[in-house]
T-cell receptor
């Protein structure tokens, strides 16, 4: 299994839809993980952290399943502005470095 | 002004030329990173530094070198550029080891390099 794997998409959804992304990782002893958002040709920016207990921020919910080694991101009531690439990020070596997945592209249409 | 600043933002150069990409930050973070991003390959770590005396190779350091001139400055050099080094390069800092200590990476706006 590659270190961090994501479905590249694109996920095409209409406004208002609920969409979920998964990310699998091969090896990490970290207690928390991250989802970053990257707009086209822009720098990645932190969307939310993912803890063992999960994390919710408005329309966004992140979950961690340590036993199955995957992280999920759920977006409810999708907006046009949610169109972006979502990067799953896994700490390595006790947070020495962060390994990025290749990203999942989301396209929200009117 | 941006907290993490990269220069140049765009550069076109020829094979064999030496290129330096510079990064400066005003966030007061000790940890700094250089990534490159290629379509379909995602972000890959080139070098990282935890302080001015601590430089580490990432997964794709061949063909690159770095210099940590000060806490706030971290430069990436391509001694002899080749076309497959054409990519979007990002510098980032981390708040690990600071009061916030969230592990978040703060990226510069990127430097787009084209090697002909």
């Amino acid at each position: 299994r590659k270190e961090v794997e994501q479905d590249p998409g694109p996920f095409n959804v209409p406004e208002g839809a609920t969409v979920a992304f998964n990310c699998t990782y091969s090896n990490s002893a970290s207690q928390s993980f991250f989802w970053y958002r990257q707009d086209c040709r822009k720098e990645p920016k932190l969307l939310m952290s993912v803890y063992s207990s999960g994390n919710e921020d408005g329309r966004f919910t992140a979950q961690l399943n340590r036993a199955s080694q995957y992280i999920s991101l759920l977006i409810r009531d999708s907006k046009l502005s949610d169109s972006a690439t979502y990067l799953c990020v896994v700490p390595q070596g006790g947070y020495s470095t962060l390994t990025f997945g290749k990203g999942t592209m989301l396209l929200v249409s009117p | 002004d941006a907290d993490v600043t990269q220069t140049p933002r765009n550069r076109i150069t020829k094979t064999g030329k030496r290129i330096m990409l510079e990064c400066s930050q005003t966030k007061g973070h000790d940890r700094m990173y250089w990534y490159r991003q290629d379509p379909g390959l995602g972000l890959r770590l080139i070098y990282y530094s935890f302080d001015v005396k601590d430089i580490n190779k990432g997964e794709i350091s061949d063909g690159y070198s770095v210099s940590r001139q000060a806490q706030a400055k971290f430069s990436l050099s391509l001694e002899s550029a080749i076309p497959n080094q054409t990519a979007l390069y990002f510098c980032a800092t981390s708040d690990l080891g600071t009061g916030a200590n969230t592990g978040e990476l703060f990226f510069g706006e990127g430097s787009r390099l084209t090697v002909l």
